[in-house]
């Protein structure tokens, strides 16, 4: 099926690895320009070399911090030398984090919150005047199922996820109009090279049955009983991009497997 997006730019954060990295492969597959960012800069170099390479789009690697302002900065600039503006954004970078109200810092609130809200707010007021010029855009925010339904470990994961969400709702409502269409994704599990290693270290002591601790995992939240591949989750993520999903506007998806316990 073509999904309309030949030739468009697409701008992916932690776009080296894990979801980011299915997401740009499944726009590259439609021919779509692609600028990843990351902070590694070999890694995501070489993850926008091997998609130039196998889909045959423009594909440029960008190290930058988007928790920072400057990183942001640094990427708007590469985006505009390259391609002069991108018609999506996908706001996918982003990590989980372990902690208790009463213990965890100021300073830990705060890299959390630029790193999962900031990013997203700073790139869309960079990315929009663009999009206008261009006729449109879409911009899709990767929150997670904790942006509704908390993990009692990481509570500034969930309030950050949960802002990144009603930030979503916001900008939709403000650029509409422009026909930028954005929504949010909250993902469940998804098995992420990350996933594997976290798995592998915590098993090492006690046989190292890791997949049997993922699985484990996966049976006791998502009804599904398993994880889903980044591929699967991208595929939802590339059609929410593309003019098929046109009515789309303003809504959180759950990608979860059943996990939400509830109505969305
Ligand atoms: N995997 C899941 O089960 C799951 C479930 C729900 C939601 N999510 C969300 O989905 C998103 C992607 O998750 P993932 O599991 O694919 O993560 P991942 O495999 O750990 O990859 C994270 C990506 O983000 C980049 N990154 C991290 N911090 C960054 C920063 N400050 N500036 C720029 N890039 C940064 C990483 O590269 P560098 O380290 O080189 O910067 C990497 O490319 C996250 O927002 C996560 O919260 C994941």
């Known amino acids: 099926m073509d999904l309309g997006l030949k ?28 600028v990843l ?17 196998q889909y045959g789009v423009k ?45 965890a810092p100021d300073d830990k609130w705060q890299y959390y919150w630029d790193l999962h809200t900031m990013a997203a707010v700073r790139l869309s ?14 911009i899709l925010n990767n929150a997670s199922i904790c942006a509704k339904q908390p993990l009692g470990y990481e509570p500034i994961y969930n309030v950050t996820k949960a802002a990144l969400m009603m930030f979503s709702k916001c900008l939709s409502n403000e650029v509409i109009k422009d026909n930028i269409r954005v929504n949010c994704i909250n993902p469940g599990l998804v098995l992420t090279p990350d996933w594997k290693k976290t798995a592998r270290e915590l098993t090492a002591s006690t046989g190292g049955d890791w997949q049997g601790y993922l699985d484990d995992i ?47």
């Open 7 to 34: 030739g468009k730019v697409a701008v992916v954060t932690g776009g080296s690895v894990g979801i980011g990295l299915a997401v740009a492969e499944g726009l590259a597959a439609e021919g779509v320009q692609l």
């Open 37 to 53: 960012c990351a902070r590694n800069e070999a890694r995501v170099v070489e993850a926008a070399r091997a998609i130039a390479a």
């Open 59 to 103: 594909a440029v690697g960008v190290a930058a911090d988007v928790a920072q302002a400057g990183g942001v900065d640094a990427l708007l600039e590469r985006t505009a030398e390259a391609f002069d503006g991108a018609d999506i954004l996908i706001n996918n970078a982003g990590t989980g984090s372990n902690e208790t109200i009463q213990d």
């Open 125 to 138: 007021r960079g990315l929009v005047p663009g999009m206008k010029r261009r006729g449109g855009g879409v």
């Open 218 to 264: 996966a049976r006791k939240n998502a009804p599904i009983g398993r994880f889903a591949s980044p591929e699967e989750l991208a595929k939802f993520m590339v059609f929410l991009c593309s003019p098929c999903a046109s009515y789309c506007v303003g809504s959180t998806f759950y990608v979860d497997g059943g996990w939400l316990n509830g109505l969305a």
